[in-house]
Nanobody, 122 residues
Framework: QVQLVESGGGSVQAGGSLTLSCAAS????????MGWFRQVPGKEREFVVV????????HYGDSVRGRFTISRTSGENTMYLQMSALKPEDTAVYYC???????????????WGQGTQVTVSS
């Protein structure tokens, strides 16, 4: 059974950095593309970034491109999201997800983690 577990969230001041991790088990790391989404109360889940199974292809959302970096190592069961130059509007619960392709649509992803809170203060 696929399980995704996020860690690394926390509170940081604007301009700071955080690195999130997503530990995958049950074959998720070798079977699926993996991505990050984020959500604030009252809003839809927002696409952040996705990475292919091999790690060779990535696609970033416009709001994070140039500030966030996703990575995964083939055969390693952990995916990382390095976040820098954080802004208050980056505050959200961040979710790790696994799905069949490089999609920006949350509904395509079949497995989700429980989420980790990121809070950026001004």
């Amino acid at each position: 059974q696929v399980q995704l577990v996020e860690s690394g969230g926390g509170s940081v001041q604007a301009g700071g950095s955080l690195t999130l991790s997503c530990a995958a088990s049950g074959g998720a790391d070798s079977t699926y593309a993996m991505g990050w989404f984020r959500q604030v109360p009252g809003k839809e889940r927002e696409f952040v970034v996705v990475i292919s199974r091999s790690g060779g292809t990535t696609h970033y959302g416009d709001s994070v491109r140039g500030r966030f970096t996703i990575s995964r190592t083939s055969g390693e069961n952990t995916m990382y999201l390095q976040m820098s130059a954080l802004k208050p509007e980056d505050t959200a619960v961040y979710y790790c997800a696994a799905g069949p392709g490089l999609s920006t649509t949350a509904g395509v992803y079949v497995h989700w983690g429980q989420g980790t809170q990121v809070t950026v203060s001004s």
